[in-house]
């Protein structure tokens, strides 16, 4: 595959307060990220209609779900709300889980970082924690309310996409959540844990569908230059997943003209 693949990528939202004026928007390390990896990148704004969002999806090569200062309701996920929880408006988070619906239905290429990682979790049957501070014994660090640079270890399992991305072993990645994954879905296993055993990446165990969940974020400024591995990484799995579906189509075609 010689064109470059595009790459949708889901904004952000806030709603209308006072005189603000509702709007979408987004971090742009997504799209420069994209960009740079070799991708075309796609802004996705919250469709109201999931035949809406299914054309769309039809039409790109992959997805980014991207992360959120907010949170997703703990009502929802069968919490209390915790003191410290800010759920994101509800228009992006019906939005979000939709969209990760799709993405996993229709085994559209994903990158899931932060939040998007969470969302995708969650719709897939997997289960988080609503504060790791309290809810993980002898948790680390892993927000600093004042400072958005915190760097934290994760450990890197064997074999895994992470592995091929960063080596064997352990590696310092930025940190801001406080929400994290608890029981993964089944559809995933887990690529890097931090040293007190939360999930800090997943990827998917099927063998048709390239997915990566990270709950750092390589698009930030605070991400380290390797951190650019992930997005190249996750374009070159969409040019696989093109090639391999090209490839099965050709197969197929063989089999019924024989």
Wanted: with cysteine.
């Amino acid at each position: 595959m010689n064109s470059k693949p595009v790459i949708a990528i889901n904004a952000d939202f806030r709603p209308a307060k006072g005189d603000t004026f509702a709007f979408s928007w987004m971090h742009t390390g997504y799209y420069d990220s994209v960009s740079n990896s070799g991708g075309i990148p796609l802004m996705l704004s919250p469709l109201a209609e999931d035949d809406d969002l299914q054309r769309v999806l039809e039409k790109v090569d992959g997805l980014v779900l991207t992360g959120c200062k907010l949170d997703l309701d703990p009502i929802r996920l069968g919490f209390d709300k915790h003191p410290i929880t800010r759920p994101m408006p509800p228009r992006r988070e019906d939005f979000d889980r939709r969209l990760a619906r799709m993405a996993f239905e229709m085994r559209i290429p994903t990158l899931a970082i932060g939040a998007g990682m969470q969302t995708l979790n969650v719709t897939c049957g997997g289960t988080l924690f609503q504060h790791v501070a309290e809810d993980v014994l002898k948790s680390l660090c892993h927000r600093d309310l004042v400072e958005n640079c915190l760097r934290h270890v994760i450990e890197i399992v064997p074999g895994t996409k992470m592995d091929t991305i960063y080596g064997p072993g352990e590696i310092r990645v930025n940190s801001d959540h406080h929400m994290a994954v608890d029981m993964l879905a089944s559809v995933f296993r887990a690529s890097a844990t931090s040293m007190d055993g939360v999930i800090e990446a997943y990827e998917s165990a099927l063998e048709n569908w390239w997915c990566l969940g990270v709950q750092f974020h390589p698009e930030s400024e605070s991400a380290s230059a390797l951190d650019m591995q992930v997005f190249e990484a996750f374009i070159e799995g969409v040019r696989e997943q093109q090639q391999e579906e090209v490839e099965l189509l050709k197969f197929d075609t063989r089999r019924r003209v024989a």
